[in-house]
């Protein structure tokens, strides 16, 4: 089979915000405790943070991190977790049946996103709380000083604000799962009187609204159109989440995971699109892919069967090389929407569904899926570029014919560096000729590869020792196009100079 992609340096989509090269830490199972917090750990530095863990948030490549939740801050008491440790209750987690002990709060979280160098998006609590709560937040944050709260921040010890920019209005408020769920209607209104008082305790504030919790939910469209309406002139973007897995061994569909994200990319800016035509607005909301991976849901017992327990080894899914493969084209998704998706986190970081996995005074250590993420956010800099495309289809079951082909280009003119990110969806090796004739001279800098069933199928440890990737065979280059054979059901990036 055949493929060919034609790019040209004026065929642009889009700056590349960084902030798609985001994460997310939510205070469920050991992300926060064992994850990248464990005081006594032989890698701990003297706030308690694990040296290893962090080390590996920088080889990732990561530039921004979603706190505290996830379904735990709808029901987080943020007050509880500042001030002295000691005096610091012990809470009941409606979330996820846990017991939160608040050692961790929002000072020693900050003082990690420091030395991550990564900056925070913090999400506040409209499930069980409100405007109140949300503004005292933002002022503890974001206020010099002066005020009853911004003066216990700098009690606590923080002398400077933080100056947390960007901010969620909740969490999945469309889901009966979370705690304190809502209707749009009742939603919309909650998230636009928070964004308001919010707003006046930081008019600096970038604002995300609540979208679905995924484009199978039932209320999917009509909960954007409803909760932008509220929202639309206090809010910079809309929030989507979306998870994928395998299922009933359907491998093509799986594989296929990035066309139905593409798709529901398309059909969030169009709903709100719609909203800003009906109000006569050039305004532009732009799109919060907040929570985005693979999660073997299916294998979760589900909330509300939970074993109550501190730090409990929850949602600790193990990747193969199949998923890295997904995760990889799921990445060339957002890069290819460069234009309006502005942020992105992988859900999540650490131990939870994550491509950090840690032992408990042991070993870190990568996942499979670590390293296509940490190829992307390390190299795909500059803008996205619009390749035309010439494909055969993959038939799928769930979604139809889709391209068998999908990916990115990233044109980092300074650099001088053309970066694309290619997943061979099919199960038949992919002859593509990459076309790229008005770039100037083209040198090969890199070309590797994950194939999905490299050393096996398997979804364990086993299977992430195997995963680095491995260089590409005879891909030839000349100043107007490269040659390259893309091996069945993998993701390839090659990089010229
Ligand atoms: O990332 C795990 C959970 O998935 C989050 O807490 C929630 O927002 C989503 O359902």
Same mark, same amino acid.
Not at 52 to 59: F, K, R, S
Not at 172 to 182: A, L, T, V, Y
């Given at each position: 089979q055949r493929a060919r992609l034609t790019v040209h340096p004026s065929f642009t989509v889009g700056e590349i915000d960084r902030r798609i090269f985001g994460s997310f830490v939510e205070h469920l199972g050991r992300a926060v405790y064992t994850g990248i917090y464990e005081p006594g750990h032989p890698t701990a530095d003297a706030d308690g943070f694990r040296q290893?863990?962090?080390?590996?948030?920088?080889?990732l490549g990561v530039t921004a991190v979603r706190y505290p939740g996830g379904n735990f801050v709808s029901n987080y008491v943020w007050e509880d977790g500042i001030g002295p440790v000691a005096d610091r209750p012990r809470r009941l987690d409606l979330a996820w049946r846990s017991i939160e002990s608040n050692e961790v709060?929002?000072?020693?979280?900050?003082?990690?996103?420091?030395?991550?160098?990564?900056?925070t998006i913090m999400a506040v609590n409209l499930g069980t709380r409100g405007a109140d709560a949300a503004a005292a937040l933002v002022e503890y944050c974001n206020v010099p000083g002066g005020?009853?709260?911004?003066? %216990?921040?700098?009690?606590?010890?923080?002398?400077e604000p933080y100056g947390v920019k960007v901010w969620c209005l909740g969490n999945?408020?469309?889901?009966?799962?979370?705690?304190?769920?809502?209707t749009a209607e009742g939603y919309g209104r909650l998230a636009s009187q928070t964004a308001q008082a919010m707003l006046r305790a930081d008019p600096t504030l970038e604002l995300v609204a609540c979208g679905s919790s995924s484009r199978e939910m039932a209320t999917f469209g009509e909960w954007e159109r409803v909760?932008?309406?509220?929202?639309?002139?206090?809010?910079?973007y809309i929030s989507l989440h979306a998870y994928y897995q395998e299922r009933n061994g359907d491998r093509a569909s799986f594989l296929a995971s990035g066309a139905?994200?593409? +798709?529901?990319?398309?059909?969030?800016?169009?709903?709100?699109?719609?909203?800003?035509?009906?109000?006569?607005?050039?305004? %532009?909301?732009?799109?919060s892919v907040d929570e985005w991976n693979v999660w073997y849901i299916?294998?979760?017992?589900?909330?509300?069967?939970?074993?109550?327990?501190? &730090?409990?080894?929850?949602?600790?899914?193990?990747?193969?090389?199949?998923?890295?493969?997904?995760?990889?084209?799921?990445?060339?998704?957002?890069?290819?929407?460069?234009? &309006?998706?502005?942020?992105?986190?992988?859900?999540?970081?650490?131990?939870?569904? +994550?491509?950090?996995?840690?032992?408990?005074?042991?070993?870190?250590?990568?996942?499979?899926?670590?390293?296509?993420?940490?190829?992307?956010?390390?190299?795909?800099?500059?803008v996205a570029l619009e390749a035309r495309t010439e494909t055969p289809g993959l038939a799928t079951a769930k979604y139809g014919e889709v391209p068998a082909l999908a990916s990115a280009v990233a044109w980092d003119e300074e650099s001088g560096s053309l970066v694309f990110l290619l997943t061979n969806r099919s199960k038949e090796p992919l002859e593509t000729t990459l076309s790229h004739a008005g770039?100037?001279? +083209? &040198?090969?800098?890199?070309?590797?590869?994950?194939?999905?069933?490299?050393?096996?199928?398997r979804r364990d440890a086993a299977s992430a020792a195997l995963a680095t990737p491995q260089p590409v065979d005879k891909v030839r280059v000349t100043d107007a196009e490269t040659s390259v054979t893309l091996p069945p059901e993998s993701w390839t990036m090659v990089r010229l100079s």
């Open positions: 290893d863990v962090a080390d590996l948030t920088a080889e709060g929002v000072d020693e979280y900050q003082r990690w996103a420091a030395k991550t160098g990564t900056e005020t009853a709260w911004s003066d %216990r921040r700098r009690a606590n010890g923080a002398e999945e408020m469309d889901g009966p799962w979370q705690i304190g769920h809502k909760v932008l309406e509220h929202t639309f002139d206090q809010v910079d139905s994200l593409e +798709a529901f990319i398309t059909e969030v800016v169009a709903t709100a699109d719609a909203v800003a035509a009906k109000r006569h607005s050039d305004k %532009r909301i732009r799109l299916d294998d979760f017992a589900g909330e509300d069967n939970l074993e109550l327990a501190e &730090r409990p080894r929850l949602a600790e899914d193990a990747y193969s090389l199949l998923d890295a493969v997904v995760v990889g084209d799921l990445l060339t998704t957002l890069l290819r929407n460069a234009d &309006r998706v502005a942020i992105a986190c992988l859900a999540q970081l650490v131990n939870v569904i +994550a491509p950090i996995m840690t032992e408990p005074g042991g070993e870190a250590w990568r996942q499979t899926t670590f390293h296509p993420f940490a190829l992307t956010a390390k190299h795909a800099r500059g770039f100037g001279t +083209a &040198r090969l800098a890199e070309a590797v590869t994950i194939i999905a069933d490299a050393g096996g199928p």
